[in-house]
């Protein structure tokens, strides 16, 4: 059983920056991707950034580009999310996922990944 554990998040004012975390339990292939997604009230899930298991990430939409950073541990099942220079519209919900298949992720669409984390609030304040 695949387990996908969040933590980080919070609430912070515009401008300031936060880090977001998720380990993965129970994944029994390696070279698998593992990305963050975020929905925002309102507004359909959307990703942000994937990143294989050798490092190769997928572009970063750019309403976050140049402020985000996406990155993993592969020792410890972890990945990563910074955030800087938080704005309003960050607000959502972020959610990690590790994809079903060795391979499996590079393109960051959802289908691809079969175990999500339960999500993790993050709210911008002005």
């Known amino acids: 059983q695949v387990n996908v554990m969040q933590s980080g998040g919070g609430q912070v004012q515009a401008g300031g920056s936060l880090r977001l975390s998720c380990t993965t339990f129970?994944?029994?292939?390696?070279?698998?991707?593992m990305g963050w997604f975020r929905q925002a009230p309102g507004k359909e899930r959307e990703a942000v950034s994937c990143?294989?298991?050798?490092?190769?990430?997928?572009d970063y939409p750019d309403s976050v580009k140049g402020r985000f950073t996406i990155s993993r541990d592969n020792g410890k099942n972890t990945l990563y999310l910074q955030m800087a220079s938080l704005k309003p519209e960050d607000t959502a919900m972020y959610y990690c996922?590790?994809?079903?298949?060795?391979?499996?992720?590079?393109?960051?669409?959802?289908?691809?990944?079969?175990?999500w984390g339960l999500g993790t609030q993050v709210t911008v304040s002005s």
């Open positions: 996922a590790a994809a079903s298949s060795t391979y499996g992720g590079t393109t960051c669409a959802e289908r691809e990944f079969g175990f």
């Open positions: 990143l294989t298991w050798r490092g190769d990430s997928t």
């Open positions: 129970g994944v029994t292939y390696i070279d698998y991707a």
